[in-house]
Structure formats: structure tokens, C-alpha cells
């Protein structure tokens, strides 16, 4: 079995009186594309948030590499390993292209000074590494200057700089076009090859389903249905299943992954 | 995505130079160095065509008195102090901030200098005592609108207001006059004249180039333009986001104290009010120098030859001949002037 690198344990979020996590057991492997797939208000983006640590979880226990962790924040969360291109992409739009790859991790040398030479040139082999070329910008162009598939390939490029064990993509094809949309099912092929792992969140279930190893459904905070590709033989299959957890008792589920149907009454 | 795995850039292209060579590809019409320098610039480069501008139109009006060196001097003596605080002000604007507290600062910190010196110690205890004060207050200042969670705008002009009527209560509008300074090394090394220039220019010129490169070429500038400009990304990026904004509060604490203990300097008296007049025309510096208001950009350089602008608009105005009443007229009409110079000047991006 491939080494565990990050497990989430009995996870629960409320903001006052209000659940959006309700102990969410959650674990990613090494070299596993995890799809993460749920309703609006499942609590798929609070999910994300904490193993970010942009947000503090209320109760529960978070372990990298089997190893708990204390002090979750988000620069913890980055020195951890983990990157995440968030759904709105998270970029400076009046700072250059290199300013936003190096956001909160700027290459300093004396003192904090920056290496401005070395920033430029990692950033210019991050573009291309990643099929980012044109002659219309440089890495000092202004990120407002650029399309929305563009400015994604900038969020992903800083998320592959430190070569991360994890990455967390969060919708990152909603908005995308279909040869943008290809591109980033391209990258994730490749960080997977490579080894390393991706948490994939999408609202697009076809787009989960070709590219997942292993599916998670979150349903009102809850993991409703863990399952393995080999389990699940097609998008419908899992499209059923969430109707079905969403309406009990109105489509027939899945008969798989653990008794899914007991947990969804 | 078409990985392209194209020869390493910086390897020195073998044979003759192909028209489809990739380090073509990378050129961009900034990359020729004047054209980069003028687009990164332009802010700065306005603001110091409206400077021109306004000093030949003076030059015109009355070439005799534009042409003593006298009118200079006095400029010189006087700029300084504004530039010590306009320069970490677009720090605190960049941030998305802004901080009217600095003229009690100034105020306050100079106190302490005029107290200090007043007490028979050296100068140099009391500009250290003095910047030591304008941290302190820097800091609680940005701490109070930072981890308060206020607004920056109204925190600060209360902590001015209260800061100045606390200078007031105790000094019930008395100055102090430090005359033992003339003899002393401080006032040689920050206050004299060096062949005939004021030093406190050189002192101020050092500033502003460390500034600009600390806001250039340094992790703090580079963090306080992505806090200014997304504050959320900056956060979701790993960087102390608050900390960031208690820092420029800083930032403009020293500047302040510096300022003020420059001010006594020049005047060998330390009056309860020192500071305030500074307040709107430092102000006016920095959205004349093109920093706008909404954060996440800005110029160094741009609000120092704004601050240049501001205080030759005053003496220029009453040399070229004009009563001191025409002074807040041009002043105006300079910041509006400016302001739609930077506004066709500069696109904002979202």
C-alpha cells in the first residue's frame, strides 16, 4: 500500500450555530488523484480551507505523513507540502506574474532582499514547464493583463514551484475553456506520474470521473460515499448515487464501497 | 497543455540565430530597457513632468528670484521633513491603509528628543529616544487599527487628535527652546550646511533610495503590495497579513520621529504644535507623486518628487510675485491636475 501522506480524523467545522463539517474522515495517499465531489454547501470548500489552513477546524486531528500536526496555519500548511490553487485562483492581479508565483515565499538572500534575477528566471522555466508560452507576456507582466486560463496557469505554477506532495485543485475547470480544461487534465496526469498526489474538486462529475483514482462524496458535511474506480463503472453510477443521497429512497444507489445506501438514510 | 520541451533558454544558442528561436519568443515590448524603464516609471515619471512643468512656468513668471540659489536653500531645509513621512505613507497606502496620526507622532517624538536634550544629555540619546517613541507609537497605532479591527481612515485621525491634545494638556502651549544644540555633533551631522546645501537633503536623498529599494527590491515591499492589493490571497498564500499592516504603521512611526527631530533641529525650538502643518500637504504628496488610493500599487520616487511638487508650489507662488493668498489656489489645482494626469496615466486591473 502506497505511503499515506496526509489524514484527516473526525473533522467537524461549525460557524455559531451553523455545521459545515460534521466529522469528515478524509485521507489522501502518495501518487492518488482523490476526486472530491458534493452539492453546493456540502462543505466541500470549509474542507479544503483547513487542509489549506486558512481555516481552523473546530475538533477533529489532521496527520501528514502519519505525524499530527499542532499550529495549523496556512504557511504550516505550504512548508507541509501541500499547495492548493484555490477557486478563485488567489492572485494579486496588479502584481506581475513572478510577484504572484512567489506570493509568501519570496527567494530572499541578505537580510530579506530579494533575488530578483532568480525569481525571474524560475518563474519564466515554471511557465514553460508547464506549456505557458507566448510573446505576449513575460514574467514581469501584470496578471490583469491576462485570461482567465492564463491566470490559472499561473495559480498552478505557483503550486508546482516547491514540487508539493499534494496539490489541491479547487474547481479548476469551472471556467475554463475545453482546450484550458484539457490542459489542466494534462497537468494532473503528469504531477501523478511524477508521483506526488491531488485532491481534485469539482462540480463537474464527468470531469471527477476521468480523472480520479478513488472518489470522496460530501454530502451536508458528512462523507456520504468513499469509493475506488474499479467500484464505480460509470459518471452516472456516481450521479445516481448523489441523487439518491440527496433524495432517500427515490433512485436505487450504488451496492458497493461499504453499504453507501445504510449511511444515506 | 503541449509540453514544450524546447532547449533551455540560457544556453548559448548554437550556429546562427534562427528567426523562431525561443528566446525570441520571450521578447516583449518592455524588455527594450526604455521602454521597460518608462512603463515601470510611469507614475513617477508623470509626477516629475508636472514638477518641470510648474517650475518653468515659475521661471517664466520671475527669473530673477528662480535663479537665486537662496530660494533653493530654503526648499532644501524645508523638504526633508516631508520626505520622512511621505515615503513610508505610500508604504501604508499600498497597503490599502492609511494613517493620519503621523503629525502628533512627529509631535510627540520630537517632545521626547526636546526633552531629552533639555535635560543636558547628548542629541544623539535623544534622536534615538525619539525614534525609539515614534516605533512605540507606530505600533500602537497600528495595533489598535489592525487587531482592533477598525478603520484606518477614522482610527488614526483620533489617535492624532488624541496624541496632540495629550502633548497639550501637559505642555499647556509652552515650547521649549534648545539652544545648546548649535554647539553640538548631532546638529553638525544632520542640521549644518555642507557648501552651502543643507545636509538634511542628503539624509532625506538616502531615505528615500533605501525606501524605494526596500520597496522594490525587498520581502517587505513585495509583501506589502500583495497585502494591499488581495489581502485574502495573501493570507491563503502564508503570509501574516496583520503583522504586514502593524509594520507600515511603523514604518511611518520612525518616519515621523525622524521628521520631527529634523524639524526642532532646524528651528532650535520645539513647539506643541510641531507636526501639524504637515498633515495635508504630505498628504497631497503622495496621490500627487501617483500612488492611488485603492492599495497595491505605488512609487517610491513618484511621492518624494511629489513632495518636491508640493513644496515649491508655496515658495514658488509667492516668489513668482504673487500674494500669499493665490498659495491655496495652486496648491488645488496642482492635486487635481495630477490626479488626472495619473488617472489617464495608469489602468487599474481587477
Partial sequence: ?265 | MSKTMEPDLHEPSAGISRPGNPRKEWKHPSDHWMRGFILDNRAALGTLAVFVVMMTVFMIANPTVFTTWYLYSSVLTTLPVALFVVVPLVFVVTCGEIDLSFPATMGFASWVFALVVQSGYDPFLGIAAAIATGTLLGFLVGSLVVYGGLSSLIATLGMNFLLRGLIQIINEGKSTALTSLADSWAYKIFSSQLYGIPVQIFWAIGFVVLSALLYNRHRFGAQVKVVGDNPDSAQQMGIDVKRVRVKVFVFVGIGAAIAGTFSVMINFTWWPTAGDGYLLPVLASVFVGGTPTWGGVGTVVGGAIGAVTVSFIQTGVVAAGLSGFYVQFFNGLIIILSLLGHKWNQARYR
Avoid at chain 1, 22 to 27: A, C, E, H, I, K
Avoid at chain 1, 152 to 162: D, E
Avoid at chain 1, 198 to 220: K, P, Q, S
Fill in chain 1, 1 to 265: 500500500m502506497a505511503e499515506r501522506l496526509i489524514e484527516l480524523r473526525d473533522i467537524s467545522k461549525s460557524y455559531g450555530q451553523v455545521y459545515a463539517l460534521g466529522g469528515v474522515n478524509l485521507s489522501v495517499d502518495r501518487g492518488e488523484v482523490v476526486g472530491l465531489i458534493g452539492d453546493n454547501g456540502a462543505g466541500k470548500s470549509t474542507l479544503i480551507k483547513i487542509l489549506s489552513g486558512v481555516v481552523k477546524p473546530t475538533s477533529g486531528e489532521i496527520l501528514i505523513r502519519g505525524q499530527p500536526v499542532t499550529g495549523w496555519s496556512a504557511a504550516r500548511s505550504r512548508d507541509a507540502g501541500i499547495e492548493t490553487v484555490f477557486q478563485d485562483r488567489a492572485l494579486a492581479v496588479q502584481q506581475t506574474i513572478v510577484r504572484n508565483i512567489f506570493m509568501g515565499r519570496e527567494l530572499t538572500g541578505f537580510l530579506g532582499w530579494l533575488k530578483v534575477n532568480k525569481e525571474i528566471e524560475e518563474a519564466s522555466r515554471l511557465m514553460r514547464e508547464i506549456g505557458f508560452t507566448s510573446k505576449v507576456f513575460t514574467p514581469q507582466s501584470i496578471v490583469g493583463q491576462l485570461s482567465g486560463g492564463e491566470r490559472q496557469g499561473v495559480a498552478i505554477a505557483r503550486a508546482i514551484y516547491k514540487q508539493a506532495d499534494l496539490i489541491i485543485l479547487d474547481e479548476p475547470t469551472t471556467a475554463l475553456s475545453l482546450t484550458e480544461t484539457a490542459k489542466v487534465f494534462h497537468f494532473v496526469r503528469q504531477v501523478r506520474a511524477s508521483g506526488r498526489s491531488i485532491l481534485f474538486i469539482g462540480h463537474n462529475i464527468h470531469h471527477v470521473f476521468d480523472i480520479a483514482d478513488r472518489f470522496v462524496v460530501l454530502d451536508r458535511g458528512k462523507v456520504a460515499l468513499t469509493a475506488d474506480r474499479s467500484q464505480v463503472k460509470s459518471a452516472e453510477d456516481l450521479i445516481n448515487f448523489m441523487e439518491d443521497v440527496a433524495h432517500p429512497g427515490g433512485l436505487p444507489g450504488l451496492h458497493d464501497a461499504g453499504d453507501p445506501e445504510q449511511r444515506a438514510r
